[in-house]
């Protein structure tokens, strides 16, 4: 029986190898949906504070800021939160070589895309969000073959 060298087989004496392509993708998003997921938590918990706490800071961004933060309301933050929280599951099950991860990563990715537009009238997405996820989803896919 002749086998394929590019396929590997799970078993305990030939374990499934992640490429480090894969690992490098989900320690970025380890980092960027865990940082993201406890901001969501934050500014959940203190959401009648930040207006006073922007006003303080004096940056010349603090009324854009304000104003996106109060159009948003806290079930934004709520949302996105679970989002975050749902891309980090999906980042920790690919990092198991779980292909159900990838499905929980990509469609967690295009809501948050999506929810600012829903939620926060006359947002437009950024042409940098939009690159940057779809570099992430793509890196994603092409590891996905390393995935079961």
Do not use: D
């Amino acid at each position: 029986m002749e086998t394929n060298s590019n396929t590997q087989i799970p078993n305990p004496t030939n374990p499934a190898k992640r490429p480090s392509s894969l690992s490098m993708l989900c320690i970025l998003t380890f980092i960027g949906s865990g940082i993201s997921l406890i901001s969501s938590i934050f500014v959940v918990a203190a959401f009648h504070s930040i207006p006073l706490l922007i006003e303080q800071t004096k940056m010349p961004e603090a009324e854009q800021m304000l104003n996106i933060i109060t159009a948003a309301g806290r079930p934004f933050f709520a949302y996105m939160g679970i989002l975050y929280a749902a891309s980090l599951a999906g980042a920790i099950m690919m990092w198991k070589l779980r292909k159900t991860g990838f499905h929980f990563y990509v469609s967690s990715q295009l809501l948050m895309l999506a929810l600012p537009l829903i939620m926060i009238a006359g947002y437009q997405i950024p042409f940098t969000t939009i690159l940057l996820t779809a570099s992430f989803v793509l890196g994603y896919a092409l590891n996905s073959r390393f995935m079961r």
